[in-house]
């Protein structure tokens, strides 16, 4: 059963960075497509970025130009930059159908 474990997540000012990581077990996300959700308070959850196994990655409209994911080390990555308020959300990571428990990412002043 693949796990799969989020981290990075906290509080930021409007305008401020925070990096996500995502890691799996089985090492398996060079091998399959990584995919980072997020779900704001009281809404559903949204896809916002996903990366395949041969680096073709793609965004959300609402995240293009802020938001990289990336993959490096069997690690997937989300740098978000130029946060917003409206980026509040647990993120969550999804490879081969598995979550993580997601990290919380709360922008505000």
């Known amino acids: 059963q693949v796990r799969v474990v989020e981290s990075g997540g906290g509080l930021v000012q409007p305008g401020g960075s925070l990096r996500l990581s995502c890691g799996a077990s089985?090492?398996?996300?060079?091998?399959?497509?990584t995919t980072w959700y997020r779900q704001p308070p009281g809404k559903q959850r949204q896809l916002v970025a996903f990366?395949?196994?041969?680096?073709y990655t793609d965004y959300a409209p609402f995240v293009k130009g802020r938001f990289t994911i990336s993959r490096e080390d069997a690690m997937v990555y989300l740098q978000m930059n130029n946060l917003q308020p409206e980026d509040t959300a647990a993120y969550y990571c999804?490879?081969?159908?598995?979550w993580g428990q997601g990290t919380k990412v709360t922008v505000s002043s």
């Open positions: 089985e090492n398996i996300l060079g091998i399959y497509t």
């Open positions: 999804n490879v081969l159908e598995a």
């Open positions: 990366i395949r196994p041969d680096g």
